[in-house]
């Protein structure tokens, strides 16, 4: 069985194989990794895959705007400064010095909601393997010390640049929404139902919010697995329409320059794709008409 392959069966993966053999060949060469995507195409569950297969430990930090520097590196214990003053006994390390010191892997996942004075602590890290801790002096990397990072699109809400200084550090794999067919795979794993009829609307519906023009934001395979699970346990000849109004209603965006609302934009697609059967990854150019983008 290839590491692949492996990887696949262990973790639960659908597809991915070029994105996995990109990783495993970073990780292999002691380099940074940085996965960037949109919401919901599987970039914390890739990551941490790859690392699992190969052993690694990891220091997981979940990024958000108010995380501090010194949450990142560590802090002093006001009573125990009090007690035996500034040093060791009474430093804490935070989850870059863990990593650093025991050679793991410091994985940060949504790196660019971080504030840019937090995001500037890993930069001597990553580049000279080092951080240096009032009171305690430079701390080096033990061997094996890596930062596995993924971010979103800039575009989403909360989410903001890497610097250029800091994405120079990164080799870069960008995870993008996957086929038709691998979603299917996805939602039939995750809900266990074997209704290939729901499965495949629910999907096309999911993948209709990134195509259709009234959309903004569109849903990921999330959207489609929430569907499923809901409208399997509804009842009634409208249980896909209500269980998909449920699902995509905190997973997408309307275009505010387009005069619509949730419910009527999700009757458009939900005619398209259920009603009349057509293939949302079929539709290209705007049609100012009706809003949906046409091949």
């Not at 994405?167 to 996805?186: C, G, K, M, P, T």
């Amino acid at each position: 069985m290839t590491p692949i392959r492996k990887i696949q069966e262990q973790h639960g993966i659908v597809g991915r194989e070029r994105e996995l053999a990109m990783a495993l060949a970073v990780l292999n060469t002691g380099r940074h990794i940085l996965f960037e995507g949109p919401v919901g195409v599987g970039k914390t569950t890739v990551a941490l895959a790859v690392c699992g297969h190969l052993g690694r430990q990891t220091v997981r930090v979940d990024g958000d705007d108010r995380y501090s520097e010194a949450k990142l590196t560590g802090w002093f214990d006001p009573p125990l400064v009090l007690k035996q003053g500034y040093g060791e006994r009474s430093f804490f390390a935070g989850p870059l010095v863990q990593a650093m010191t025991a050679g793991s892997v410091l994985f940060i996942n949504e790196l660019n909601r971080m504030p840019e004075s937090v995001q500037n602590v890993l930069l001597p890290a990553l580049d000279e393997r080092i951080v240096i801790v009032p009171h305690i002096g430079t701390l080096l990397a033990a061997d094996g010390f890596q930062v596995v990072a993924t971010q979103n699109p800039v575009e989403y809400v909360a989410t903001g640049h890497l610097s250029e200084a800091l994405r120079d550090r990164f080799e870069h794999i960008v995870l993008e929404y996957q086929s038709a067919a691998e979603e299917r795979a996805i939602v039939a794993r995750e809900t266990g139902s074997t209704d290939a009829e729901l499965i495949g609307h629910a999907v096309a519906l999911a993948r209709a919010t990134r195509r259709h023009a009234r959309f903004k934001k569109g849903a990921s395979v999330r959207a489609a697995i929430a569907t499923v699970a809901i409208a399997a346990a509804l009842d009634g000849g409208d249980a896909l329409r209500r269980a998909a109004a449920a699902a995509l209603a905190t997973r997408v965006d309307l275009r505010d320059d387009i005069d619509a609302d949730l419910e009527s934009a999700l009757d458009e697609i939900y005619a398209a794709v259920v009603e009349r059967g057509e293939d949302p990854d079929a539709w290209g150019g705007e049609d100012p008409d009706d809003g949906r983008k046409k091949a």
